[in-house]
């Protein structure tokens, strides 16, 4: 048993400097300027990119633009891509920046806003009529985001990125810039708020393994 667990940790590692060594060829090819390259590393990586930001920043439409902003900045990047880690995490963490620095940006915006106008109201309208399975689709979202808002931005992202798109610890933590534990114990952080905010029809499970 421990032998073969000894054979399976060697060939994950091998894996691992295999696809390493990919990307910084592919890395290198598209920093030459071969499009081709660059669209290869475009395809593989975007819906990733996006799931990341959307994670951030909440609005599909912006996360986009996020994206798009994110392969300017890797593209003028690449020439310094080391390839100490997957091309793909170094992608999402320089999506989860740029997702970062919108945040920080509409956080701004938001307070100037509010000292101009104290008494300014935002009007959430939803014009038409909907069925009552419509309702309780809606119901359940708005109770599912209420308890998501109940966590810091940094713990809804990092359990966004794990609970609902199966990153891997590693890389989350690739991502955020934070070792495996800490990721880790802010994942059992957000579930308890979350358990304290969700009935039980809406149970999360705490597994013991992240």
């Known amino acids: 048993m421990e032998t073969a ?5 060697q060939d994950r590692q091998s894996h691992r ?4 060594k990919a990307d910084r060829q592919l890395a290198r090819a598209a920093a ?5 390259a660059f669209q290869q590393i475009v395809d593989a990586n975007k819906q990733k990119m996006f799931t990341v930001a959307r994670s951030v920043i909440g609005e599909a439409s ?3 633009d996020i994206v798009q902003e994110a392969f300017i900045k890797a593209y003028r990047a ?3 891509f080391r390839g100490d880690c997957l091309l793909s ?6 999506s989860y920046l740029a997702a970062i620095d919108v945040q920080r940006q509409q956080k701004r915006h938001l307070q100037l806003a509010r000292e101009s106008d104290p008494n300014a109201e935002v009007v959430d309208t939803n014009p038409g009529r909907r069925s009552e399975g419509e309702l309780q689709n809606n119901q359940l979202s708005q109770d599912i985001q209420r308890a998501l808002n109940c966590l810091s931005p940094f713990e809804k992202t990092v359990f966004t990125l794990r609970h609902m798109q199966n990153f891997k ?3 989350i933590a690739l991502v955020v810039d934070r070792s495996e534990g800490t990721v880790k114990n802010i994942l059992f952080r957000a579930i308890r708020k979350l358990r304290e905010r969700l009935d039980s029809s809406y149970l999360i499970r ?3 393994t992240c």
């Open 32 to 36: 030459r300027g071969d499009r081709q």
């Open 62 to 64: 912006l996360a986009e």
């Open 206 to 208: 705490e597994v013991e």
């Open 89 to 94: 995490t170094w992608l999402y963490r320089i």
């Open 78 to 80: 690449l020439p310094d």
């Open 5 to 9: 667990s000894i054979h399976s940790l």
């Open 17 to 20: 400097q295999l696809a390493l």
């Open 169 to 171: 610890l590693r890389e």
